[in-house]
């Protein structure tokens, strides 16, 4: 192996790069970091509304789909993930939330010492530049910006006040620890444009020689000196190539490419590599398993006597002016996150924090990607934060081509399904409530006649899809289908370790990239405080 460094880092998104930046910052350690797609140059990225146009473009994803799901009545469906420098902060919804303090509570009670809210906290705020500046509870001057939307919307307006007589606080910030309320979101934006992992944390580092970012290179596999890892295979331009780290390997790719790099490698459970010819270097039954996954429920209402976006956006004059604001004061609709209002809110009185997501837009389509719906509208997308269905992620063969399987086993419990249908029926309390009347809302989706419980489960199906935040295919723990422990080391091997979504034991409440930058930050310090040691 010719290209030799101390860290080989497989996956220059979320995680990656903020492993990039701090293991490099003393200048001295050499790391690589190697990334299958391409620089983030792409000017869909950087608009905020172009996430339409990265997501499911081979340029900026890796378009993956998920197998048929029986809960979801037999669709497979799209499951994004980033393919370019940034990974999926380059593509994702741009919406800065921690979660809530009980699910990283419970990480620690599940054993995993040093993962509770107190010990976390510290990793949010250092990275951390929030508009508001520091506070006990936030960060300011670090290199993850966090904005205030520019924009507001009078149904959305309406939809928060209706909120509140369903008993969901008006709240200012939705991530101090407790989620309950209703908000506009705060987005990773700076004046009016994207803020990815790249711009963030990559770019300040770009001039230190002791940094190599490879990218056009995908991961084979994970190189061995015995029981020790000892670089990465990859694979550029149609040349096989192979990075040594003298101290360490780290996966970053993701919590659907991470478990597929591990099986590749050997590591993974021993009768699926089996069956695929792969020899089994270490036994890791959880490897690709675990997975879990935000299900959102699209509910769309029409409207009429508020402006929504499907109207402005209906004729050439207002996309016009759409694209004038943005122009001069890079606000209005193009500057949207994908999602604007988020409520936390309880499916049930016996749950003790929100396990309901909402994500509130003034607009409505049939599905992702196709055009908007040619009357007035808004979406309340709904979706459970603590499922209970667990899902796979596994090789379609022993070739690196070939993408992998993806299970996600929505909607596979009792509990699951009942609290979908309880997500629909609270959606329909608070569009019933007054300040949402004046612009008589009409339910389109699911439709008005899903009504008992038993055919709103039903309607879950026919309407769920991902909110793109797959977690858990290679966690943290210590019982026997954990895959690293609490300081991300792959069990059974030496020099390995995985660092992104994928070592979350339960999913977080809420969305999941900000977790994954925490993750990082977290990581880097435990890393190098083994190097000293």
Not at 386 to 398: A, D, I
């Amino acid at each position: 192996m010719t290209d030799r460094f101390d860290y080989v880092i497989a996956g220059g998104g979320t995680a990656g790069l903020v492993l990039a930046n701090r293991l490099s910052a003393d200048g001295k350690t050499r790391v690589a970091v190697i990334e299958a797609g391409g620089r983030d140059t792409y000017p869909w990225i950087h608009i905020p509304v172009g996430y339409l146009y990265c997501i499911g473009n081979p340029r900026t994803d890796w378009c993956y789909r998920t197998e048929p799901e029986a809960g979801l009545g037999g669709r497979a469906i799209g499951y994004p993930r980033g393919r370019v420098l940034g990974g999926c902060s380059s593509i994702n919804g741009m919406l800065y939330q921690r979660g809530h303090a009980e699910d990283y509570e419970q990480w620690r009670q599940m054993g995993n010492t040093g993962w509770g809210w107190d010990d976390v906290l510290p990793w949010f705020r250092k990275s951390e530049d929030h508009f508001g500046g520091a506070s006990e509870l936030h960060g300011s001057g670090g290199e993850w910006r966090v904005e205030r939307q520019r924009l507001r919307w009078d149904i959305l307006d309406a939809f928060a006040d209706a909120c509140a007589l369903t008993g969901i606080p008006k709240v200012d910030d939705l991530n101090t620890g407790s989620t309950a309320g209703v908000s506009y979101f705060q987005v990773n934006q700076r004046k009016g444009w994207r803020w990815n992992t790249s711009k963030g944390f990559l770019k300040p580092a770009k001039g230190r020689q002791n940094l190599a970012v490879i990218t056009g290179a995908e991961v084979e596999r994970v190189l061995f000196d015995g029981s020790r890892a000892a670089g990465l295979r990859i694979r550029q331009n149609g040349a096989v190539r192979d990075i040594a780290a003298s101290a360490e390997v780290i996966l970053s790719a993701g919590a659907i490419n991470s478990p597929k790099i591990l099986m590749l490698s050997g590591l993974g459970p021993a009768a699926h590599l089996a069956e695929h010819g792969i020899e089994l270097r270490q036994a890791l039954e959880g490897v690709g398993g675990n997975l879990q996954d935000h299900l959102q429920l699209r509910c769309s209402y029409r409207v009429s006597g508020v402006d929504t976006l499907n109207a402005r956006a209906s004729t050439l004059f207002g996309k016009a002016k759409i694209g004038l604001e943005y122009a001069l004061k890079r606000s209005g609709p193009m500057s949207m996150a994908p999602s604007q209002l988020g409520a936390f809110a309880k499916s049930d009185a016996s749950v003790s924090t929100p396990d309901l997501e909402y994500h509130v837009q003034p607009l409505s389509l049939p599905k992702f990607g196709e055009d908007l719906d040619p009357y007035p509208a808004f979406t309340a997308s709904v979706c459970h934060l603590r499922p209970e269905s667990r899902g796979t992620v596994r090789l379609r063969s022993e070739r690196i081509e070939d993408k992998p399987k993806i299970a996600p086993n929505y909607l596979s419990t009792e509990g699951d399904r009942r609290t979908a249908a309880r997500a629909i029926a609270l959606t329909r309390r608070i569009v019933a409530q007054e300040p949402l009347a004046a612009f008589r809302p009409e339910e389109v989706r699911p439709g008005p006649d899903y009504a008992d419980e038993a055919s709103l489960a039903e309607a879950a199906a026919a309407v769920g899809t991902t909110i793109f935040h797959p977690v858990g295919t290679a966690k943290m723990g210590r019982d026997p289908l954990a895959v690293v422990d609490e300081r991300l080391r792959v069990h059974g091997v030496q020099g390995l370790r995985v660092v992104d979504a994928s070592i979350m034991p339960t999913i977080t409440s809420g969305n999941t990239a900000s977790p994954v930058v925490m993750i990082a930050e977290k990581a880097a310090e435990m890393i190098r405080a083994d190097s000293r040691a």
